[in-house]
């Protein structure tokens, strides 16, 4: 049984910074690829970051790449997102994916950038 839980989430201004985290139980974290997701009201949910069992790679889509970074904590079982420089244009709500058995998603958490 794998439970992930994401957390971090909220409101702040254009140009903020805000850390995701998501917390795993259930599975040795560090034998599986991860990723962070953000939906918006309207769109398809979308890659935003990716990284490697060990942590080694990452990759990130364009509208992101200089501002957000991914990592990770094996030995806690956990994912970050930093995000930094924040547009309004970043708003959803944000997933973690782990890449277990297919694909499994925690609930997500709301960022909402607003001035």
């Known amino acids: 049984q794998v439970q992930i839980v994401e957390s971090g989430g909220g409101v702040v201004q254009p140009g903020g910074s805000l850390r995701l985290s998501c917390a795993t139980s259930?599975?040795?974290?560090?034998?599986?690829?991860m990723g962070w997701y953000r939906q918006a009201p309207g769109k398809e949910r979308e890659m935003v970051a990716t990284?490697?069992?060990?942590?080694?790679?990452?990759k990130y889509t364009d509208f992101v790449k200089g501002r957000f970074a991914i990592s990770r904590n094996n030995a806690k079982r956990t994912a970050y997102l930093q995000m930094n420089s924040l547009k309004s244009e970043d708003t959803a709500v944000y997933y973690c994916n782990v890449r277990y058995r297919g694909d499994q998603w925690g609930q997500g958490t709301q960022v909402t950038v607003s001035s």
């Open positions: 259930g599975i040795i974290f560090g034998l599986y690829h």
């Open positions: 990284i490697t069992a060990s942590g080694d790679t990452t």
